[in-house]
């Protein structure tokens, strides 16, 4: 698809001269998670007291909701910047993005597009992959569109996607079995590089389809147009 190959083709220009802050964003995220969602994997588990250890899925809980999304969110947010030219680092914008003035905005979507995609992957496996397509550009337009509910961000989304669900797959099976490649070779260290390769991508296809569709209108006043205000 000619919208894929662009958004590939810029996401590689943007990251030209930028690799380095956005594999150091891309490893301190990818330490953060592990940290953080995996505390049963710690060598002395076993040898804490039964308290501790029952009370620990709760925690992760709470670790995943937020701190984990608010970094998914920060660190998504910052590969967009990239692709726009922003000049700070990849990684402190990382956690500037997700933990001063879209912290909450960023646990709002990352939660609500999950339990989405939940509840219609309970119909069937192929209807939830569907509607996370739909609704994989809310991240950005959440972040763009401060004065607009999260709710409205997805749908937003969803109107977005539509018709372009196709493409969107297509990108991310394409970097499903590079990474598998890439992984292989370097025993997972290419990732730190493919990783942001992958999110800038999105970020270029989100910009494209955005001014393809919008045309510079506002993310408020296209609301206005899909609901007939």
């Not at 409205?152 to 297509?170: A, N, P, Q, T, V």
Request: hydrophobic share 50%; aromatic share 14%.
């Amino acid at each position: 698809m000619e919208r894929n190959s662009t958004a590939r083709r810029e996401a590689r220009m943007s990251l030209k001269g930028k690799w380095g802050g956005a594999v150091l964003a891309t490893l301190l995220f990818l330490l953060i998670v592990f940290a953080l969602s995996s505390p049963s994997s710690l060598n002395y588990f076993i040898k804490m007291p039964l308290t501790v250890r029952l009370s620990m899925p709760l925690g992760t809980l709470l670790l995943t909701i937020f701190v984990l999304y608010p970094l998914a969110f920060g660190y998504m947010n910052s590969m967009l910047d990239l692709t726009r030219g922003v000049e700070t680092g990849a990684a402190e914008n990382m956690f500037s993005i997700g933990f001063k003035g879209n912290y909450w905005r960023g646990i709002g979507v990352v939660l609500l597009v999950g339990i989405y995609v939940i509840l219609w992957s309970l119909l069937l496996f192929i209807p939830g992959i569907i509607k996370g397509m739909a609704y994989s550009l809310s991240y950005f337009i959440v972040r763009d569109n401060p004065d607009i509910a999260v709710d409205d961000c997805i749908y937003l989304s969803r109107k977005l996607m539509k018709g372009h669900k196709w493409e969107m797959f297509l990108l991310q099976l394409g970097f499903a079995l590079l990474s598998v490649l890439v992984g292989g070779i370097t025993l997972g260290i290419g990732l730190l590089w493919m990783i942001p390769y992958l999110y800038c991508s999105y970020a270029g296809f989100y910009e494209r389809l955005k001014e393809e569709q919008w045309q510079g209108a506002s993310a408020y006043d296209m609301l206005q147009k899909y609901h007939g205000r």
